[in-house]
Structure formats: C-alpha cells, structure tokens
C-alpha cells in the first residue's frame, strides 16, 4: 500500500503562501494600448473604491460608538459613581473594560475617569486601574470588525488572530503590573516625579486630524452630549463633596443627545426619538454600515493583491531589514504605528483598518504584533497631548493619568517585545485564539460576550462581598496555575506522571473540549459550517496518491 505523504505547512505563514498563478497577468510590456488603459483606469477605480470604503468604515465606527453611548452611556456613568467600590485595584480595572465597552471609546471612559480625578471623587490610585480597564476595553472593536471575515475560514483565523493578539498583550500587561501598582506603585510615582514641573496654567493646542475628516459627515447624523456621563458620575456619587440630588436626578433625565434648536443640523435632533430607540436604529445601522464597507474593503483588496502584486507586498511588509540591522525591523513598525495612530487619534480605527488585511493574509501577525504595540503607544499619546491641552485647577493631576497610561504601556512593551521568547507570548496566545476560532465559528461571539462583559460584571456584582471576591480569584489563579503547570510536564517529561494524568482522558468531554457544544450550536444559521469547510486541513497540505482508511 503507497503510504501518505504529509508535508506541514504554517498556517500562519503568509509569505510562503501559494499563490494562485491563474492571477498573474501579463507583464506591462506585453499588454496592448488598450490593455494598458483599462488596467490603469481600473486600478484608478479600485484604489477610489477601497478609499470611500474606509472613510464610510470610520465614520461606522464612529457612529457604532454614537450607538452604544446613547444605550449605555447612562449606565456607564451610574458605575463609575459607585466609587466605594472603586478603591480596590481589580473592581477598578473590570469597571475600566465594561464603561469602554459600552461608550466603544477608550478616550470617553478616560477623561471621565479624569474628570472624577480632577474633581476629588476617584484618587490617582484606582484611576490607574481603570485606564488600565481602559486599555483592554478598546480592543473590542477591532475583535467585532473581524467577524467580518467569518465566511472564509482561512481568513477568519488569521484575522481573528490579529484581532486578538492586542487582547493578548493587554491582559498580560495587566497580570504584571496590576498587583505591582496595588503593592509598590511604581506608575504613581514615576508620573508624579514627571509632572512635577507642570504647571495648572501652561497649556498647548489640541491635535484634532481625523475628525476633520469625518466630523462633517458624522455630525449631520448625530450629536452626544459627553458631558451626562461626566455629571451622573460626578454628582450621584453619595460619598463624594460633589452629591447634589438635584443634579443627580437631572443629569440621569437628561438626554444623551445634544440639545437642539429648529435650526440644529443633526439628522436625529428633528425626529422626537428617545435615546434607547435611536440608540437602536443607529446601532442597526451603523452594524450595517459596517459589514458593507468591511465586505467592499475586503472584496476591493482582495482584487487588488493578487498575483505578483501579492507577492511583492508580502515579500516587502513582512521581510526584515538587511543585516545588520535586521533586529531592528520590529522597533521600526512600533513607531509606525506610533505615528499612524497619533495621526487618526484612535487606536481602535487603526488596528481595525490592519485586521482585514492580516485576514488576506498581506501583513502576518508577527508583523501585526509591533504594530499594535505602537498603536497603545500611541493613543497614550494622544491622551497626553489632549491633557496638556485641559484647562483648569487639577491640569497636572490629568496629565499625570494620561502619562501613567503611556508609561503602563511602554513598560508592557519593554517586558513583552525585546526578548525573543516573551514576544511569542502573545503571539501564540492569539494563535491559539484563532485556531479555535476556525474550528469553532460561535467561539468568536462566546469569547466577545464572555470577555468583555460577563468577566467585568461577574467581578462588579462579586465586589458586594469581598471575601468571596478574593475567594474567586484565588480559585481562578490556582485553575490556571495547574493547568499551564499540568499542560508543561505533558509536553516535556510525561512518563514521570501518573498514569491518568498524561492526558486529559480523566476529565469530562465537555471539560476539555468544544466538541460537545459545537454539535449544538453548529446548528444554528449563524455558525454552520459552510460545505468548503468540512474536509479543510487548516495546518497541513497533504499529498499522494491514496489515503488510508481511519
């Protein structure tokens, strides 16, 4: 019998693809005059195309965080004014996650978490945690832009992949440096000693480059009004000097839609609507808008790199600098995407532009990684100068939250990224992620749902008894302490376990595997399997002529 034969190949390496050779075209030389023409005008057409898809794509963003504003916006404000609960380090940072999740802006969660700093409410302290809460909150968008690719399993894993590989970075910043700012506070005390020569009157212009772009358009369709969420945090904290139950019941009838005469420019000011119904229709909408610029962009790029195309670009975007400066190859795209972000002043349209194209497989994730580090660098930026920009008594206090934000992730990229082995950390983390993800389409919504909200409300609700709080979370250490331990010794040294616990065979199936769960929601429209996927062997091209029978 002819044996198989097996050759492996990374899914993940998008550079050695193959190529499809039925899309390499002839070479410019030998198309005719006409050939040339249509090829150039074309290529005119598509690069118009991919750039009216990505400007109606940010303004999507924009408005999906319109959305989630006038739906959550209120209660965001109604946590944060909670601040009994906000002194402990670990309610702070959930508290952080689920106000950006629901306001979809790290930059809104921020400057209430600085307004509360400013006004006495929130010490720097738990300010800390909740930036840090911040930080992670954000990624959820460009987690959600990556559904967009779902169809295609290849593509979706890479794309989920690099969606998440910011998720990655961002909790293992926060195992680290939470519990040694709750001990040693190392953030609070840098940022002071760096703020000490500010003064509460000097300030500088504000950088404002994105909005300019979109704010015409996004303006004419809605208009928020911030400041509730600031007041319902800031005078319906009954604890703080600030309580005033006048303006506690104002703030919480108050509209999240600006206010606005017969002459106001905004599509929904005119229309008499609520803000849970608004909230609705532009959250339908802007989800709408969303997939149709995320489908046009992909499909458009899709044409685009093709054949030699492909290979150029992958060959240049994914290759390293010439020797010997090649270790430097990183560092450069961290200050790329330093400066793209500082530019679009958002890290979430940023890395939400990138996943699409790591799902085409044009930038690979280990060159997503670098990227993504320089996009919290710099939306930390952006947040510094926007502080120094403030006005008024407590300035150096919100300039020193925004530099104890840049610090946590300059110090996050300084343990995660110079040394070889800790930069695979997250990378395998989110390699992880996206190979479930391709196996288990629904994973990707169980992970969304779980991480973003149930996680942070689970530790908000469990944060009425600290006791059992801690009891929780000593539970959660010891689980994932034996199971990274257990999973090592596997690996390495199996015939020194027992028996029983060389594998996972002792615990329940649906204790170690999905598989009982995907025969379930596997059903449903959403998740099934498309006829292409069935028979995929996503890390393996196999070749021969027989295979043999299981």
């Not at 890479?158 to 910043?173: E, I």
């Not at 990183?330 to 939400?352: D, H, K, N, P």
């Not at 170690?512 to 292409?532: A, H, N, Q, T, W």
């Amino acid at each position: 019998m002819e044996h198989l034969e097996v050759k492996e190949v990374d899914a993940w390496n998008v550079v050695d693809d193959e190529l499809d050779t039925d899309n390499f075209e002839k070479p410019w030389n030998e198309k005719s005059t006409k050939g040339k023409v249509i090829k150039v005008l074309t290529l005119v057409l598509k690069m118009l195309i991919v750039l009216a898809s990505l400007y109606f794509f940010i303004c999507s963003l924009s408005f999906l965080s319109s959305a989630f504003q006038l739906l959550g916006g209120k209660s965001a404000g109604e946590v944060f004014a909670r601040s009994k609960i906000l002194n402990n380090p670990i309610i702070g940072l959930m508290i952080g996650v689920l106000v950006t999740v629901l306001v979809q802006s790290s930059s809104t969660s921020t400057s209430i978490v600085v307004a509360m700093v400013s006004a006495g409410i929130v010490q720097l302290r738990p300010a800390i945690s909740m930036v840090m809460g911040a930080n992670i909150g954000t990624t959820v968008t460009n987690t959600i832009v990556s559904l967009g690719q779902s169809m295609d399993r290849k593509m979706f894993r890479r794309a989920f992949g690099g969606a998440t590989v910011h998720d990655c970075f961002n909790w293992l910043c926060v195992f680290i440096f939470l519990p040694l700012e709750a001990v040693l506070h190392p953030l609070e005390k840098i940022s002071s000693a760096l703020t000490q020569g500010i003064s509460d009157d000097d300030k500088v212009s504000k950088l404002d480059f994105l909005k300019v772009i979109t704010k015409p358009l996004t303006k004419t369709i809605i208009g928020i009004e911030k400041s509730t969420i600031k007041n319902i945090a800031k005078y319906c904290t009954q604890t703080g000097d600030h309580y005033n139950i006048s303006k506690c019941g104002g703030a919480r009838n108050a509209s999240m839609m600006k206010a606005c005469d017969d002459k106001c420019g905004y599509l929904f000011a005119q229309a008499g609507l609520g803000d849970t119904t608004t909230g609705v229709i532009l959250l339908i909408a802007s989800l709408i808008l969303l997939c149709v610029c995320l489908t046009t962009l992909v499909k458009t790029l899709q044409s685009l790199l093709l054949g030699r195309m492909a290979q150029t670009l992958k060959k240049h975007i994914n290759s390293d600098l010439p020797y010997p400066v090649s270790w430097l190859t990183g560092y450069l795209f961290i200050l790329v995407g330093t400066g793209m972000t500082i530019l679009v002043q958002s890290s979430s349209v940023f890395t939400s532009a990138l996943t699409p194209l790591v799902g085409l497989g044009v930038i690979s994730l280990d060159r997503m990684y670098p990227l993504t580090l320089g996009s919290n660098i710099g939306t930390t930026c952006t947040a510094v100068l926007a502080a120094l920009a403030a006005t008024g008594d407590k300035r150096s206090v919100t300039i020193q939250v925004a530099i104890s934000h840049l610090l946590f992730n300059i110090f996050g990229i300084l343990v995660f990224y110079p040394v070889p082995f800790m930069r695979t950390i997250p990378i395998n983390f989110a390699k992880m992620l996206g190979n479930t993800t391709a196996d288990y389409r629904w994973f990707a919504i169980l992970y969304l749902i779980v991480v973003f909200l149930l996680l942070p409300m689970l530790f908000i609700a469990l944060s009425f008894s600290l006791p059992l709080l801690y009891v929780v979370i000593t539970l959660i250490i010891a689980a994932v302490l034996f199971i990274t331990i257990l999973n090592i010794l596997q690996d390495k040294i199996p015939e020194k376990l027992p028996e029983f616990l060389r594998t996972w065979d002792f615990l329940p199936k649906p204790m170690r595997s999905l598989e009982p769960y995907d025969s379930v929601l596997s059903k449903l429209i959403c998740c099934r399997k498309s006829v292409d996927d069935a028979d995929v062997i996503p890390l393996s091209v196999v070749t021969g002529a027989k295979t043999n029978p299981v």
